[in-house]
């Protein structure tokens, strides 16, 4: 890869080259894959992007760490829809507000970005195995990218787990085992399985290719905006290799100079599970928490990403913000009524963040924020009719109807 110089660890700077099955550096820092951004600009221009007929992430191929022979995998992932949602930004207070929906992607949540990474890297290494440990869509995304690519998949989920995300991997022909105890409970047995058995690991706590997989969602956020830096981007954090992917990607456009600022981060995490967030908010490192909160793809007690995440938010002069469940829960009812977006709890997190800090008044009519749902609504279905209430039940009789909107005030035109 003549674009890539090296992977380089974020803790204690010890370089190592790129190899399809780079893990952490010696130290348990995670590495951060490095650019030629020299070679990659005399290469790369916004007009040689604009002519491509490529909608997918692999539009993006001069700044990803694959050889120029790897074939993309199979499924489209990427290109997802960026709205402007201007009667929601009235409503908020804002100045403009769009909202990118990444639950569109092929298997309906962003991680696909990081596992169509995967597939490419372990076809690199020549593996026809890939396991993974995920809170439900690193697993389900795993499953499908590597299904279409002809790669068998171990994966491993917490017993909570919400039943779309588990039916997706049983279509996808994983073997699937469903871990009875925590998040950190069923990486600790993922991690000795892949020890054991020496798949490819798509574990986003050691592969440093899935953030560079991921940061392909804000090179599209800023071409769809037609590279007009937005002064905010909202996305919800559990993990931490998305907000890092993301940061990553908005520092390449800017070092190649498609952009010529940055924007500031605004990292949302549940307030019952927020460990990267109260070290930010309290300055000190960060401590385990215990995974209490419904939007169960950011329930990660113990972020493997923490580093990354925490330099990406301080580099940014980010904002942290704190949701409970209920206002996660009222996020996805905005976010439906007022956009036709439907997001599954962790999804919504960044726009729930967004009208909380208008609502406090960090953020208000001077401010353009761009905010990422990063997963469908149809995965949980039952958190989303929990949230979002019940139909009227009325037997088919046209005067049980009337009095039934008689009852709640309905008036139809
Ligand atoms: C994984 C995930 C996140 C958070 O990504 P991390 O890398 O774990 O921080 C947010 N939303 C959804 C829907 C996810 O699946
Ligand atoms: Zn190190």
């Known amino acids: 890869m003549r674009h890539v110089k090296f992977g380089k660890c974020v803790k204690c700077g010890r370089e190592y080259p ?90 309906a949540s962003l991680k696909d970005r990081a596992s169509a990474m995967a597939v490419a890297k372990a076809r690199e290494a020549g593996a026809r195995v890939i396991a993974c440990s995920s809170t439900g869509n690193a697993a389900s995304s795993l499953a499908g990218n590597a299904a279409a690519a002809g790669l068998e998949t171990y994966i491993f989920v917490p017993a909570r787990a919400p039943k779309g995300k588990v039916a997706q991997l049983m279509a996808f022909g994983a073997t699937v085992i469903s871990v009875q105890g925590s998040y950190e409970d069923t990486f600790e047995l993922s991690r000795q399985a892949i020890d054991h058995w020496g798949w490819y690991n798509r574990n986003a706590a050691i592969n440093p290719y899935l953030s560079e997989g991921k940061k392909t969602v804000a090179l599209e956020l800023m071409e769809q905006l037609g590279w007009q830096v937005p002064d905010y981007i909202a996305i919800s954090v559990g993990d931490g290799c998305t907000i890092a992917g993301l940061w990553k990607g908005l520092k390449d456009l800017h070092a190649i100079g498609f952009i010529d600022r940055l924007p500031r981060l605004i990292s949302a995490q549940a307030g019952g599970c927020c ?31 923490a580093d990354k995440a925490l330099l990406a938010i301080r580099e940014s002069n980010g904002l942290v913000v704190n949701l409970s469940d209920e206002e996660i829960m009222a996020a996805q009812k905005l976010l439906g009524r007022s956009c036709g977006v439907f997001g599954e709890p962790a999804g919504v997190t960044g726009t729930a963040g967004v009208a909380k800090l208008c609502r406090q008044g960090a953020l208000g009519s001077g401010d353009t924020v761009a905010s990422v749902v990063t997963g469908n609504g149809l995965k949980d279905v039952a958190n989303a009719i929990a949230a979002c209430g019940e139909p009227i039940s009325i037997p088919s009789d046209m005067d049980r109807l009337l009095a039934a909107f008689a009852e709640r005030g309905l008036r139809p035109a």
Not at 22 to 47: A, H, P, W
């Open 275 to 305: 460990p990267i967030n109260r070290a930010i908010a309290e300055d000190r490192p960060w401590e385990p928490m215990a995974e209490n909160t419904l939007a169960d793809s950011i329930a990660v007690g113990v972020p493997r990403n």
């Open 18 to 107: 790129a190899v399809p099955n780079l893990t952490n550096c010696e130290c348990g820092g995670m590495i951060d894959i490095v650019y030629d951004y020299d070679s990659i600009q005399s290469r790369f221009t916004k007009e040689t992007l604009s002519a491509r007929t490529d909608f997918s992430m692999w539009r993006y191929r001069e700044l990803l760490p694959v050889e120029a022979d790897t074939e993309a995998p199979p499924l489209r992932v990427g290109w997802s829809p960026l709205y402007e949602a201007p009667r929601l930004a009235a409503e908020l207070g804002l100045g403009r507000l769009w909202v990118k929906d990444d639950g569109l992607n092929p298997t």
